[in-house]
T-cell receptor, first 109, second 112 residues
Framework: ELKVEQNPLFLSMQEGKNYTIYCNYS?????LYWYRQDPGKSLESLFV?????AVKQEGRLMASLDTKARLSTLHITAAVHDLSATYFC?????????FGSGTKLNVKP | DGGITQSPKYLFRKEGQNVTLSCEQN?????MYWYRQDPGQGLRLIYY???????QKGDIAEGYSVSREKKESFPLTVTSAQKNPTAFYLC???????????FGSGTRLTVV
């Protein structure tokens, strides 16, 4: 059974601080995606990582993929309150996505 | 604007009743998916369809049924056999490998 594990599951941080969310997965996939979900809303695509060593950045968020370690990271730089949301990673397994449990991020002013 | 449209946004089901959730897309995506999300959890795959008139079970298909008679439409029926249907249901489409999913806005189903 394919497993996707995120940690931490909950993250409370002060504005201006840096932190990293980790996503480990159990299959040999080289396609991984990050999504953001606001309370009661659907999922919004953040990053598409399609090869080993891929790195994508958008604003204060940067995602990377290490397919050999089966690990993706989402790094938050100088967090702001607007980044408060739940973040999911998803692994593409023959065009079916398997999601982690999500990391609920709360950025405190 | 192109997108994935789910309706209704909220749905209430009585015990023993079947209900159908609508998912329509105008993105010309071949592949469509249904996921279930329980509070505080990730998404689990119910059914998916890679092409018209064909669909496959996901990890939690029991108590659900789907059809794919048109490329644009992928409705999900929650049957009375699904004993715990209260959840947030998300429909998604994809134009192929490496493109990621586009999600609809979701349907929140509650058993009353």
């Amino acid at each position: 059974e394919l497993k996707v594990e995120q940690n931490p599951l909950f993250l409370s941080m002060q504005e201006g601080k840096n932190y990293t969310i980790y996503c480990n997965y159990s299959t040999t996939s080289d396609r991984l995606y990050w999504y953001r979900q606001d309370p009661g809303k659907s999922l919004e695509s953040l990053f598409v990582l399609l090869s080993n060593g891929a790195v994508k950045q958008e604003g204060r968020l940067m995602a990377s993929l290490d397919t050999k370690a089966r690990l993706s990271t989402l790094h938050i730089t100088a967090a702001v309150h607007d980044l408060s949301a739940t973040y999911f990673c998803a692994v593409d397994n023959f065009n079916k996505f398997y999601f982690g449990s999500g990391t609920k991020l709360n950025v405190k002013p | 604007d192109g997108g994935i449209t789910q309706s209704p946004k909220y749905l209430f089901r009585k015990e023993g009743q079947n209900v159908t959730l609508s998912c329509e897309q105008n993105l010309n995506h071949d592949a469509m998916y249904w996921y279930r999300q329980d509070p505080g959890q990730g998404l689990r795959l119910i059914y998916y369809s890679q092409i018209v008139n064909d669909f496959q079970k996901g990890d939690i298909a029991e108590g659900y049924s789907v059809s794919r008679e048109k490329k644009e439409s992928f409705p999900l029926t929650v049957t009375s056999a699904q004993k715990n249907p209260t959840a947030f249901y998300l429909c998604a489409g994809s134009r192929g490998e490496g493109y990621g999913y586009t999600f609809g806005s979701g349907t929140r189903l509650t058993v009353v």
